[in-house]
């Protein structure tokens, strides 16, 4: 008796060139490449894209698969993300060009921050919090906007810039105690 796993024996006929293995392996992980894909990317012709290249990548490529570095599932949700990542980048922020300003992220700030409560934000305020931000470094500035107006993850903004978990945790710790400060002066309240 085999001790292969049905996914393993899919790949292996996958590198043999048999079309119904691939779309058998579609049938099972195409739900799980899609839905990978829709999260990073929150659009589903997107997400649809990338599930197609990833099966066109697996049919290209399935002598890659090794069993004894994970499930099939892991390996193929890992191409899946690495897929939507790429496209992510391309898309949406330009690392280096700054593609996305800070006007345009804070464009939907309410008037009202239910984390200062009683306290409104005039335009003036807003003002001077963006220079704030704008004051910062810009590999500061880079950390925070993906985190908090891409919805990143630190793990994914780490990939994502190429940089080390540790050193995406620092930056964003340390643009947020400069906000703080500011926040906490007389330039803020306007004092």
Known sequence: MSSL??????????????PAALSELYDR???L?????LKILNDEQAAEEITQDVFLQIWN????YDPSLGNAASWIAR??????IDQYRYSHVRVEGHSTSWDDCCE????????IERHAITSDQRRSLLRAIRDLPADQQKALA???F???????????????????????RLAMQKLRSFLASEDWRGE
Do not use: W
Request: aromatic share 8%.
């Open 79 to 84: 191409i899946a993300r690495n897929r939507s």
């Open 33 to 37: 490449v899609f839905g990978v894909a």
């Open 150 to 172: 891409q919805g990143m993850t630190h793990l994914e903004i780490a990939t994502f810039l190429g940089e080390p978990l540790g050193t995406v945790k620092t930056r964003i």
């Open 146 to 148: 993906l985190a908090f």
């Open 5 to 18: 796993s049905p996914d393993h024996l899919l790949f292996e006929q996958i590198r043999q060139k048999d």
């Open 61 to 64: 490529k399935a002598e890659t």
């Open 29 to 31: 992980y195409s739900r």
């Open 108 to 115: 939907d700030i309410p008037v009202e921050a239910p984390s």
